[in-house]
């Protein structure tokens, strides 16, 4: 039952995230709808896990949702292809930014549910 939730909730993670990525338009040095889907992913997931859930509904909103939602490979390949670009800085600033604001967002999300 628990891998039919996580499925559910990964597949609606994912069509987010897809939907995310077809409207959110990506600034020509910077990649939007990367950076977004993956800092909301930690600040849902933050909370959640500061919320008394049942296991079955983590599976489904944490486990799923927000596993289907956030994308660590995409944000890897992005970081990679930039410095093969010979953009070394924009590199740099992408991982700190993402990694930073992933970290402050987890943290206050699971602040604001305790």
Excluded at 6 to 29: C, E, K, W
Excluded at 63 to 77: E, K, P, Q, R
Aim: aromatic fraction near 12%; hydrophobic fraction near 50%; charged fraction near 5%.
């Amino acid at each position: 039952m628990t891998v039919l939730l996580v499925a559910l909730g990964g597949g609606v993670g994912a069509g987010v995230r897809y939907l995310t990525g077809r409207y959110v338009s990506a600034h020509p040095n910077f990649p939007v709808p990367t950076f977004l889907v993956n800092i909301v992913g930690c600040f849902i997931l933050g909370l959640l896990s500061g919320v008394a859930l049942s296991p079955a509904m983590f599976a489904l909103l944490g486990t799923g949702f927000c596993g289907g939602l956030t994308t660590y490979s995409t944000f890897a390949v992005e970081a990679v292809a930039a410095e093969r670009e010979r953009r070394p800085i924009y590199s740099a600033l992408y991982v700190v930014a993402s990694l930073g604001t992933g970290l402050f967002l987890a943290w206050a999300g699971f602040h604001l549910s305790t």
